[in-house]
């Protein structure tokens, strides 16, 4: 296996640039504001939702933000807000106390697309700009690919908090689907039969300061290509998401969880819901820490447009795609924003 660098350990160096590999050509690097003219007002956050409030109303506000964002806030999600906490701590712990030595035990195998463990780089091709970033991802569901001794031993109980994570994170995820399918007049469960059992990953993705931040992107720009993404940050500003052209950072929200809408639910909703295209930058004082859920299909499950959806004036706008072909296509070409959502559109 080809030795792979860990953006930790040149954060550690005390380089003052960073190498070339990591740069980002021009047009990608972090600015305030993609749009020509921007808004003379942009939005400082997201939406915020919270989920106890009457159902009518949570409903329409979600319906709202994924029509209009594709990523909002929920509040009062009913995840102990002690697990969110636990979660980041146990991840903290294992980048920031755990020797290299014994972290690289953890080592994915970095040819092979979302494998499971330490790794540092997401896509396989080589001649991709790296993101200043390294992560560890977990397969937690189905329970079938759970398999905790692929996971830190310590902290003592790093294996027993991303399982419970997994599960609290699995109920909400089914709970804002419901949500979202009722806000667009469908059967409660429609979105969630259309992904049927979930897969899912929790990454930890650890961002070392960067000594030029504004050369380089924590993680590149792109849009989730699962179904929904449940994702948690610390203090540390560094999620952007892109809106009317604009890059709003996230204002990170002590006990509140970002929902990310992924590209599948953009498919199944015949684009009437859109998926959140965002990216992380990176900052040269601090260290950041997110993590991130994501519920995706199984890899043999056809993704359309849900056929209540589709009528003769509202035309399908998406080619059907088996989602193995989807995630291979992402994995090869790269996300490059959404092109591979837009490759599966039809003409109108
Ligand atoms: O670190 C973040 O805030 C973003 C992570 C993310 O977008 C991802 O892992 O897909
Ligand atoms: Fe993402």
Known sequence: ?????????????????????????????????????????????????????????????????CREWGAFHVINHGVPLELLHQIRSVGRSFFEQCPMPEKLKYSCDSSSAASEGYGSKMLANDDSVLDWRDYFDHHTLPLSRRNPSNWPESPPNYRRVVAEYSDKMEALAVKILKYMSESLGLAPSCIKDAVGDFYQNITISYYPPCPQPELTLG????????????????????????????????????????????????????????SSQHQAITNASKARLSVATFHDPAKTVKISPASELVSKASPPRYRGVVYKDYVSSWYTKGPDGKRNLDALLLDS
């Open 219 to 274: 993680l590149q720009s792109h849009s989730d290509m699962g179904a929904i993404t449940l994702l948690i940050q610390d203090d540390v500003e560094g999620l952007q998401v892109l809106k009317d052209g604009d890059w709003i950072t996230v204002q990170p929200l002590a006990d509140a969880i970002v929902v990310l809408l992924a590209d599948q639910t953009q498919i199944i909703t015949n684009g009437e819901y859109i």
């Open 1 to 65: 296996m080809e030795a792979i660098t860990r953006v930790q350990r040149l954060a550690e160096a005390g380089i003052r640039q960073v190498p070339p590999q990591y740069i980002q050509p021009l047009d990608q690097r972090p600015i305030k504001s993609k749009s020509e003219s921007p808004s003379p007002s942009p939005p400082n956050n997201i939406p915020l939702i919270d989920l106890s409030k009457q159902s009518e109303s949570i409903k329409c506000e979600i319906g709202q933000a």
